[in-house]
């Protein structure tokens, strides 16, 4: 069996970093194409962040947006990379490196593409997906799956859902995204918890505060366990991630970042 601790490190990777929204600045047809302005991250950006219970660094996580873009069926594509591991230190107990990676229309936000590998000590697997969103459906390795269109993956609904207006938003509203993950789809809630300071490894920031709805499982204890801080900027980096789990609680901090698309007026010289 997987220890609760180190198990924490994947789910960190692809359910906490995955639930990082709020408000929509734009909301999409679910019928005709979709248009939403990208005014949060740009290419070559890179954020690192720390995984720590309590005082101990177990691993690190890095969310890049590769420098260059691609053509895929004729729309041009962002290529979004999030990557965990645990710190060697660790490897010894339990070896944790996984990658989620998309390919996200510029227009819509939209995946076109969508690939994992994990590698968790012995245990290794894979998936990529192939979306085709007028139809509502996606083609992966078991064969063709109904989604509602715009679903999202593990590494661009970060990025989609960074795009966010939050000036209409008041304490309590929830808002839902559709992520797809292993073969299946999951309806989120994610509730807006208002604003406020927190210091950070990089100093005081200002943040917005959101909290996901959980499934409670062998990891997490309740169903609103976990809360997300981002940046009160046009940024809406992710600050930090804190979860209740069986054994405590576990933090994710960002520790760095580099090649922001704007100024980062919510961090607090």
């Known amino acids: 069996m997987k220890k609760r601790f180190l198990l924490l490190i994947g789910v960190i990777i692809f359910s906490g970093l995955a639930l990082i929204c709020s408000a929509f600045k734009n909301v999409p047809t679910l019928i005709q194409g979709r248009k939403i302005e990208n005014t949060s991250y740009s290419l070559g950006e890179v954020l690192q962040y720390r995984i720590h219970y309590g005082p101990i660094n177990a691993g690190i996580v890095t969310m890049s947006v590769l420098p260059k873009t691609h053509t895929i069926n004729g729309k041009t594509a962002y290529n979004l990379r999030v990557e965990g591991e645990t710190l060697k230190s660790f490897d010894w107990a339990y070896k944790v490196r996984d990658k989620f990676e998309s390919w996200v229309d510029q227009e819509?936000?939209?995946?076109?593409?969508?690939?994992?590998?994990?590698?968790?000590?012995?245990?290794?697997?894979?998936?990529?997906?192939?979306?085709?969103?007028?139809?509502?459906?996606?083609?992966?390795?078991?064969?063709?799956?109904?989604?509602?269109?715009?679903?999202?993956?593990?590494?661009?609904?970060?990025y989609y859902l960074r795009n966010l207006d939050y000036t209409s938003a008041y304490i309590g509203k929830r808002f839902p995204i559709d992520i797809y993950l292993d073969n299946q789809i999951y309806n989120l809630n994610i509730t807006f918890m208002g604003k406020e300071t927190i210091k950070t490894d990089i100093g005081k920031v200002r943040c917005i505060k959101i909290k996901p709805k959980l499934v409670v499982d062998r990891v997490f204890k309740n169903t609103d366990g976990m809360t997300v801080w981002v940046s009160d900027d046009e940024n809406h980096v992710p600050l930090r991630i804190k979860t209740e789990i069986q054994v405590g609680s576990l933090t994710v901090d960002l520790v760095s970042y580099n090649n922001v698309k704007n100024p980062f007026t919510a961090l607090i010289q």
Do not use: C, M, W
Request: hydrophobic fraction near 30%.
């Open 108 to 158: 819509s936000q939209a995946p076109l593409r969508y690939a994992k590998t994990v590698r968790e000590n012995t245990y290794f697997n894979q998936d990529v997906a192939i979306y085709d969103h007028e139809k509502a459906t996606l083609r992966n390795k078991k064969g063709e799956l109904e989604i509602p269109r715009y679903t999202q993956d593990i590494a661009s609904a970060i």
